[in-house]
């Protein structure tokens, strides 16, 4: 069975009157790099929570279907079992920050203090884990004296070096510059290679295309699509229905209606379209 | 800008050394003796004597006397004054203005509770100047406080700075759209409405996010936590734990015995 399997998953947040994910079916085997992808309000953060146990349980609200992660049911678990499992990474760095520690190497630190790791295996774990995002040289300033793009780096690196299984990241770069982004997201990768599995909410499409392993196109709480990185963000369905397109995609769309561009396939990246067009030529 | 609000000075001393819970017993034991012990120069013998030394012990001596004598010594001149006039006792007055008198007895009584509150918050600036404030809480957390208190304690004294800085943030906004803070009282007043509705509710949304991003770190785990930092408690630290305690119990004993 899947490591990751949301069966009929229907979740509404208390006080609205519409839900928020509508009959989600997904399964994610271990070591996937799956991306979501969706316009403003299409649930993608909400399924973020749903995978990261907080909906329900820190949300409450009203929720129907199994989210199951490595053979334990959300429903079943409590919150501090299933952090052990999930972690959980979100865009806005500063609230990601505990805001109970002085040091960067303390932040990190700050999660196997919790579930009580002993002190030496801390302390190694945390200079791996900074040594993998490549933040070590912040080890000892403020976490509130790091820029944005650095701040998200010290909130990815506390998530992972708590060795979660699933990891889950909604807009983990978003204040990141293209270098750190690229970076950031090889990390991830490697990270997945290495057998943890990854669902990771992302705007910018180029890079989903050259990284992810699969991507679902969630539309008002919905699956829209789901599939191969290129076959789904290329899609027209995409584009009518309000999705970020990457320009590479729009530009080469436009060049087929012209002529200009004769394979089959639409590109996502750079690298793709500059490839199609030297083949015309 | 800030970027924390502490005290604490990064500095190797004996009394930078001490567990901060040895420490903090000495500020307790220091103030409930200035407050108890019976005979009048206590307070005044214990700053010369026990606190200033201290403080050269701890190598802070020039930051504890600016701190010291901003943060007191305008309160203890007004407490001092205060009770030097409006304190009825005594016959022997010394000075008189309009109705107001100054006694022999009220002046000594306002000058040892002056320096009694001298005493103890001076003691407490030497605290805070050698003790850092995250390992004070681990140290309490590892005797048995509740996480959950130490974390609003520290979060507190990190975010505050963060506030204000946000605080400055949403008015340099404000202003830049034509908001009034410069010219009259009631115009600035009113100015500050439009600096709370987006403070507030911003830092409610920002303590959402917060607990979402704790408790995915496992700030609710059922399992014993552990402390990156080691906080030695040596047997010197209680000893001198017992000490204090003996000296206080003696202190309230004298107090009770004389008075």
Redesign the interface.
């Known amino acids: 069975m899947a490591f990751v399997n949301l069966q009929n998953v229907t979740y509404q947040y208390p006080l609205t009157k519409t839900p928020a994910l509508q009959n989600i079916n997904l399964q994610i085997n271990e070591g996937e790099f799956v991306a979501i992808v969706g316009p403003n309000g299409a649930g993608k953060s909400t399924l973020c929570?749903a995978l990261?146990g907080?909906v329900p349980h820190?949300f409450k609200g009203e929720i129907s279907g199994t989210i199951e992660v490595a053979d334990k049911e959300s429903s079943k678990s409590t919150?501090?079992e299933w952090?052990?499992n999930v972690?959980?990474?979100?865009q806005?760095p500063?609230?990601?920050?505990?805001?109970?520690?002085?040091t960067v190497?303390?932040e990190i630190?700050?999660?196997?203090?919790?579930?009580?790791?002993?002190?030496e295996e801390?302390?190694s774990r945390v200079e791996d884990a900074m040594a993998l995002t490549g933040i070590r040289d912040l080890a000892d300033r403020?976490p509130?004296?790091l820029s944005g793009g650095q701040q998200q780096r010290v909130?990815l690196t506390?998530?992972l070096v708590?060795q979660p299984r699933l990891l889950v990241l909604d807009e983990p770069t978003s204040q990141m510059d293209p270098i750190g982004t690229r970076e950031v997201f090889g990390t991830i990768r490697k990270m997945a290679e290495d057998g943890m599995t990854v669902v990771l909410v992302e705007h910018k499409m180029e890079w989903i295309a050259q990284f992810a392993d699969r991507v679902v196109a969630l539309k008002d709480g919905s699956v829209l699509l789901e599939g191969k990185p290129n076959e789904v963000l290329t899609s027209t369905l995409l584009a009518e229905n309000g999705f970020g397109i990457s320009r590479y995609t729009s530009t080469a769309r436009e060049g087929k209606k012209q002529g200009l561009w004769k394979k089959e396939n639409l590109p996502v990246t750079l690298d793709e379209a500059v490839e199609g067009f030297k083949h015309n030529a | 800008m800030h970027e924390r609000l502490s005290f604490h000075i990064k500095r190797d001393s004996l009394i930078h050394r001490l567990n901060p819970l040895t420490k903090l017993a000495l500020v307790l034991a220091l103030v409930v003796v200035a407050f108890t012990a019976p005979w009048y120069w206590t307070p005044h013998i214990l700053l010369l004597l026990a606190i200033i030394p201290l403080s050269m012990l701890g190598r802070v001596f020039p930051e504890f006397f600016k701190t010291a004598t901003r943060l007191i010594l305008p309160a203890a001149t007004f407490l001092f004054l205060m009770q030097a006039f409006f304190q009825p006792i005594g016959e022997d007055v010394i000075f008189k203005f309009y109705f107001l008198d100054i006694t022999q007895e009220s002046l000594m009584f306002a000058f040892r509770n002056a320096m009694r509150v001298f005493v103890m918050v001076s003691t407490f600036t030497l605290f805070l100047l050698t003790t850092h404030p995250s390992e004070l809480m681990s140290d309490l957390t590892r005797r048995g406080l509740p996480g959950q208190f130490a974390y609003v304690i520290i979060s507190t004294l990190q975010i505050l700075p963060q506030m204000q800085a946000k605080a400055q943030t949403i008015i340099a906004a404000q202003r830049s759209r034509g908001l009034d803070t410069e010219s009259t009282f009631l115009k600035r007043a009113g100015s500050v409405l439009p600096l709370v509705g987006p403070l507030v509710f911003g830092s409610l949304v920002e303590v959402e996010e917060r607990a979402i991003a704790i408790e995915a770190r496992g700030f609710t785990s059922k399992h014993a936590k552990t402390s990156l930092h080691e906080i030695p408690d040596l047997a010197s630290d209680k000893f001198i734990r017992w000490v204090l305690l003996a000296l206080v119990i003696l202190s309230i004993a004298a107090n009770l015995w004389l008075s």
């Open positions: 929570y990261a907080f820190f919150l501090d952090v052990l972690g959980l990474a979100f806005n500063f609230n990601q920050i505990s805001g109970a520690k002085y190497f303390e630190a700050f999660g196997l203090e919790n579930i009580g790791v002993p002190r801390m302390k403020s509130y004296s909130a506390s998530i708590m």
